[in-house]
């Protein structure tokens, strides 16, 4: 079965400053993977996907992510952190184009001005 | 993208009593997915909904208490049955776009649910 770990509960950045967001994943064969942001009281936000390609994929924003196949990585990235950039984020794997997301336990962000 | 519309986007209900959630999507879908979220917890996948045929649930999860239905491939609902406190969480529904297998899962807002 395929899992996601965001080995961070809470990630403290001061604004300005690049920010990354950690997520390790476990899945069989090749993995779809996604980045989504929850901001309070709002839905899921997609940000970013690798299906395929380029191990680098820019997304919404200005995030990006970098996706490490020997070590089954899938890292957020931002290179300027801005305040309105604090939410929650979700790492999300699935093994196939036609299954369901599953999704780390999230990451919260906090940039302080 | 996907838009889709989820109500109620909260609501707080007496134990014991259900609570049916709709999720509309602007285009037609092979399939939903309806996940719960506890409160600062991660999003648990509760069942999948697939038009004309019955939902498959993830484990600890039943027919029973979540009864989903999905008459068309724009619409499904969930409902919450025989509620209890326990059952206070953000239920969210989502899809996959049937003409492309590759796309990202849109969700729809949430709905905020409180059981006192």
């Known amino acids: 079965a395929q899992s996601v770990a965001q080995p961070e509960d809470q990630v403290n950045v001061a604004e300005g400053n690049p920010l990354t967001v950690k997520c390790t994943y476990s899945?069989?064969?090749?993995?779809?993977l996604f980045w989504y942001v929850q901001y309070p009281n709002r839905g899921l936000q997609f940000l970013l996907k690798?299906?395929?390609?380029?191990?680098l994929v820019k997304g919404s924003y200005g995030f990006e992510a970098e996706f490490n196949k020997s070590q089954t990585s899938f890292h957020l990235k931002k290179p300027s952190a801005l305040v309105s950039d604090s939410a929650l984020y979700f790492c999300?794997?699935?093994?196939?184009?036609?299954?369901?997301?599953?999704f780390g336990k999230g990451t919260r962000l906090s940039v302080i001005a | 993208s996907a838009v889709i519309s989820q109500k109620p986007s909260r609501d707080i209900c007496q134990r014991g009593t259900s609570l049916t959630i709709q999720c509309q999507v602007d285009?037609?879908?092979?399939?939903m997915f309806w996940y719960r979220q506890q409160p600062g917890q991660s999003l648990t996948l509760i069942a999948t909904?697939?038009?004309?045929?019955?939902?498959?649930?993830e484990s600890g999860f039943v027919i029973d208490k979540f009864p989903i239905s999905r008459p068309n491939l724009t619409f499904s609902t969930l409902t919450v049955s025989n509620m209890s406190p326990e059952d206070s969480s953000i239920y969210l529904c989502?899809?996959?776009?049937?003409?492309?297998?590759?796309?990202?899962?849109?969700f729809g807002q949430g709905t905020r649910l409180t059981v006192v």
């Open positions: 909904a697939n038009q004309g045929s019955e939902a498959t649930y």
């Open positions: 989502s899809n996959r776009r049937s003409s492309n297998m590759n796309t990202e899962a849109f």
């Open positions: 690798y299906i395929t390609g380029d191990n």
């Open positions: 899945v069989s064969g090749n993995p779809y």
């Open positions: 999300a794997v699935t093994p196939s184009g036609n299954t369901p997301l599953v």
């Open positions: 285009s037609q879908v092979t399939m």
